[in-house]
């Protein structure tokens, strides 16, 4: 867990840790997950299909909320970082790119789970995976420490806020489950605290049972808490 302390007014970034981490954990696991599908089971391809729409639909959220959000602000108020945050927009053409095309291989693949194009989705998977690997990597040593000198506090909260509106409501208590599988209790314990108490109890009573049920659907096994 991140213990260095912000500045009074500043953002503490290491939520966007937290929410990098999740996207890493699936996206990495995606392309064997798929690679290991049967030839003609329909049923299985459509599933991980489904879920490799959800995530990049999240992923898309995501990178918006920092194009329209943040990016304008560090290039106003850290222009000697400018190259930095122009790389950042580059990066996230590239993954728009892979994940359009993975989509686009999905689609096809979940018609009648052929092989050859198991195989070619699995190659766009792991390219998009670790495309996504470099560019947070890049994005947490570089801009984040950025972020906390020249945004405030309020400024990281409306990106947030965004992310949440944009998230369908009956789908929030399966993707939190999916950002706290695999934090640390410490973590956990901390999103939990910070979340209004009727959504903590609906995460408690609900959420996390409906969540366990998807990710035993998709991966084939138990979460670990």
């Known amino acids: 867990m991140n213990t260095t302390r912000t500045a009074p007014g500043r953002p503490d970034t290491y ?5 990098h981490n999740a996207f890493r954990r699936h996206f990495s696991a ?3 997950l798929v690679a290991a599908v049967a030839p003609g089971d329909v049923e299985r391809a459509r599933r991980l299909i489904t879920f490799l729409g959800e995530l990049g639909d999240g992923l898309h959220l995501h990178h918006t909320g920092e194009d329209e959000l943040m990016w304008p602000i560090l ?17 996230h053409e590239r993954i728009a790119e892979l994940t359009e ?11 009648a789970a052929d092989p050859s194009v198991r195989d070619r989705l699995a190659a ?12 947070m990597a890049e994005e ?19 990106l947030g806020e965004r992310g949440r509106e944009h998230m369908p409501k009956d789908r929030q208590l399966v993707f939190l489950g999916f950002i706290l599988q695999g934090v640390s209790d410490d973590d956990r ?37």
């Open 15 to 19: 939520d966007m840790v937290i929410l």
């Open 30 to 32: 995606l392309p064997g």
């Open 75 to 91: 290039l106003e108020r850290a222009s000697a970082d400018a190259a930095l945050v122009l790389r950042m927009e580059e990066q």
């Open 101 to 111: 095309r993975a989509h686009r291989d999905g689609t096809e693949f979940a018609t």
């Open 124 to 135: 766009t998977l792991r390219a998009l995976s670790d495309t996504l690997d470099e560019h």
């Open 140 to 158: 947490e040593r570089h801009i984040l420490p950025v972020v906390e000198n020249v945004m405030t506090a309020l400024e990281w909260q409306a």
């Open 189 to 225: 314990r901390k999103i939990l605290a910070e979340m209004p108490l009727p959504a903590r109890l609906a995460w408690r009573l609900l959420g996390r049972r409906v969540f366990a049920k998807e990710y035993r659907e998709i991966y084939h096994a138990d979460p670990e808490w």
